[in-house]
């Protein structure tokens, strides 16, 4: 009777069968072969910069729009691109955070421009968020002069924008340093509105004049963090300071000729 008992517990033959394995881990099992590989973080956090300087070109052209047009739910839109920039701060400021001890000393550095870079672009979403609120104030009724210095002002900080994203995913700093020019075009029109607004020479009656210098005021400085953007992808793709980038392209052409001209003789 203990024999038999034994062979009953044991198995036929008093021998131990494998434990045949549960659903729960063939699930994991399979689950574990079949997860995907993780994105990487440098490419990724890279693109998703790439992605905000889309995204804060599209809002500089949604703002021109929206003002050119009077269009208000063109303008209310600028609440939704404004969120959206705040989450892509956030999680490109997390993944840099995290990602930034994993990588060589160049991917580290390119990882902190796309954290410079995505704060200004972050401010720029807020201050063209208070360009649309400003404008809302005002019910639309601004003078025809001031709706197309504004309109030009937002199509300005469009292209600046359009040319930092483009500097910085080809590392082309000539696209850069037209977004440093551009912004003396920023300042020209900013200047216009707050001579008719301020000084006002004519004595003319003016709609809307504070509402409007605070429209002016947002471009013009969403306009200086463009220009802070361009100087960051400068020296991130040259290395060197803005200034010494900026004296490169804009040289003389007598110096250019002798640049030539040394350069053709080291070869010879």
Same mark, same amino acid.
């Given at each position: ?111 902190l421009a796309c954290m410079k870079i995505m704060i200004g672009l972050e401010r720029i979403g807020d201050l063209l968020l208070s360009f649309a609120s400003s404008a809302q104030a005002t019910g639309m009724r601004i003078d025809p002069q001031d709706t197309r210095d504004l309109t030009h002002m937002a199509t300005v900080l469009e292209k600046m924008l359009t040319d930092v994203g483009a500097a910085f995913s080809t ?7 037209? =977004? *440093? ?10 200047? /216009?509105?707050? !001579? $008719? %607004? ?46 010494? =980038? *900026? ?10 000729? /002798?640049?030539? !001209? $040394? %350069? ?5």
């Amino acid at each position: 009777m203990v024999i038999y008992a034994n062979k009953r517990q044991n198995g036929l033959g008093g021998v131990r069968k494998p434990a045949t394995p549960s659903r729960r881990d063939a699930r994991m099992n399979t689950a574990t072969m079949k997860s995907p590989e993780p994105e990487p973080s440098y490419p990724h956090l890279v693109q998703r910069t790439i992605e905000a300087c889309r995204l804060a070109k599209e809002a500089a052209g949604t703002a021109a729009e929206g003002i050119a047009t009077g269009s208000s739910p063109l303008l209310n839109s600028l609440r939704e691109r404004e969120k959206e920039l705040d989450n892509l701060d956030m999680e490109i400021d997390a993944g840099v955070t995290e990602a930034i001890t994993q990588v060589g000393e160049v991917e580290a550095r390119e990882l902190l421009a796309c954290m410079k870079i995505m704060i200004g672009l972050e401010r720029i979403g807020d201050l063209l968020l208070s360009f649309a609120s400003s404008a809302q104030a005002t019910g639309m009724r601004i003078d025809p002069q001031d709706t197309r210095d504004l309109t030009h002002m937002a199509t300005v900080l469009e292209k600046m924008l359009t040319d930092v994203g483009a500097a910085f995913s080809t590392r082309d700093v000539k696209r850069a340093v037209d =977004v *440093l020019r551009a912004d003396a075009e920023m300042d020209r029109l900013r200047n /216009l509105i707050f !001579l $008719r %607004h301020i000084e006002n020479p004519e004595n003319v009656h003016r709609q809307s004049s504070l509402q409007v210098i605070f429209m002016t005021q947002s471009l013009e400085r969403a306009g200086d963090h463009a220009k802070n953007l361009a100087e960051e992808v400068c020296h991130f793709v040259s290395g060197h300071t803005v200034r010494h =980038v *900026l004296m490169t392209y804009d040289k003389p052409i007598e110096q250019m000729f /002798l640049d030539w !001209l $040394r %350069h053709r003789d080291d070869k010879h």
